[in-house]
């Protein structure tokens, strides 16, 4: 079966700046990025001349990007504050997705409110909130894509479930790395974290675009430490194979954690650190993927 996926990435592991991000994008041979942040700001709170500025470098490197991993109703927004954060938002990001081109925007379901049970999260508040983005999206020609992270719909594939039977035409995008150090939150206390491929197969009919991240959860010590892909508990192998086995023709994002986290700004590293990581984080994927196809071409001979 050849491999007909395309590979991208969150190009800020690459590189904090648009020119470090072409660069290593380039290095890779890909035409694509995974757009969140360019110094340190998201994209859709860049100033109109330095968004201005990103699009010409983009553009006079023939680079597009095929998905914007927005900040828009993410881990770090409550769905107690007011709606009119998201909208300003989303007003804010709609005409540079368009003037881009880009057709898929990750979002999440808001915070999981801290010291309330699993069903006392203000479902149905989130629910028709999420309605009105879709909505306000889909009305661009934009495709609204949920994350299984720190939120609602992250907090255990029953979640996200609910969360798609409320929200019609809503997507998904799945990390593979997420679910390891979540808690399981449809489980009895104390919650056990979640199982990658569990959550996977029981949302893969509606999964959009795929990001891959590894890892390991530590229980004594409470942290995660991120890998290389296949090398942790994200059954990235596993959940692979089945996509190529089943046709999958979306986007494979890599988003390794290897020298920074997004949402951790203790996590820092040298340019060049960043870089070397990000390349060496895709070459590892391409040979597992590789290896993977053979696999798939062996067991058909089978």
């Given at each position: 079966m050849e491999h007909t996926t395309q590979l991208t990435g969150f190009a800020d592991e690459a590189a904090p700046g648009i020119e470090g991000q072409i660069r290593a994008t380039r290095e890779l041979g890909w035409s694509a990025i995974e757009a969140r942040a360019i110094d340190g700001q998201n994209i859709h709170d860049l100033s109109e001349e330095a968004f201005e500025a990103a699009c010409a470098r983009l553009a006079e490197e023939g680079v597009r990007i095929n998905c914007f991993g927005s900040a828009i109703a993410n881990w770090g927004k409550q769905i107690t504050d007011p709606f009119e954060i998201t909208l300003a938002e989303v007003r804010r990001a709609i005409p540079r997705m368009q003037l881009l081109g880009t057709r898929l925007i990750r979002i999440m379901s808001y915070a999981v409110l801290e010291g309330r049970e699993p069903e006392d999260q203000m479902a149905e508040e989130r629910f028709g909130w999420l309605r009105e983005l879709v909505r306000l999206f889909g009305d661009a020609g934009i495709?609204?894509?949920?994350?299984?992270?720190?939120?609602?719909?992250g907090m255990g594939w029953p979640y996200t479930l609910r969360l798609l039977e409320n929200v019609p035409g809503i997507k998904l995008v799945f990390d593979t790395g997420n679910p390891v150090f979540n808690e399981d939150r449809s489980q009895p206390r104390p919650y056990p974290k979640q199982s990658a491929w569990e959550f996977y197969t029981h949302v893969r009919p509606f999964i959009e675009h795929v990001h891959v991240k590894d890892c390991i959860f530590d229980p004594a010590t409470g942290t995660t430490q991120y890998t290389w892909p296949g090398e942790g508990h994200g059954d990235v192998r596993k959940i692979l194979k089945d996509l190529l086995e089943?046709?999958?023709?979306?986007?494979?994002?890599?988003?390794?954690?290897?020298?920074?986290?997004?949402?951790?700004?203790?996590?820092?590293?040298?340019?060049?650190?960043?870089?070397?990581?990000?390349i060496e984080y895709d070459r590892r994927l391409e040979a597992l993927i590789e290896e993977i196809r053979a696999e798939i071409v062996q067991d058909k001979k089978m």
């Open positions: 495709t609204a894509v949920h994350e299984n992270c720190m939120n609602y719909g089943d046709g999958y023709r979306g986007a494979i994002s890599i988003e390794p954690h290897m020298q920074v986290v997004f949402h951790d700004a203790s996590v820092s590293a040298s340019e060049e650190a960043m870089a070397s990581a990000y």
